[in-house]
């Protein structure tokens, strides 16, 4: 997939789970893959968008066309 741009990121995130509900999954969602940390945590702590994006694939079902 290569590098992910934020933009890229709240898009894909967006398209998921829709603009609303987006939000509230990168705030209140504790992922397993990205250390026990959310979505916004693990993208201030500087994680890489790329892989942030991947935890969220692993743990919600994202349709491949999205990953």
Do not use: I
Request: charged share 25%; proline share 1%.
């Amino acid at each position: 997939m290569g590098t992910v741009r934020l933009t890229v990121f709240w898009d894909r995130m967006n398209q998921q789970f829709g603009a609303g509900y987006a939000e509230s999954v990168a705030k209140d969602y504790v992922l397993s893959e990205l250390g026990g940390r959310t979505v916004e945590q693990a993208l201030a702590d500087g994680e890489d968008a790329k892989n942030v994006w991947r935890a969220v694939c692993a743990t919600f079902d994202v349709p491949q066309r999205l990953r």
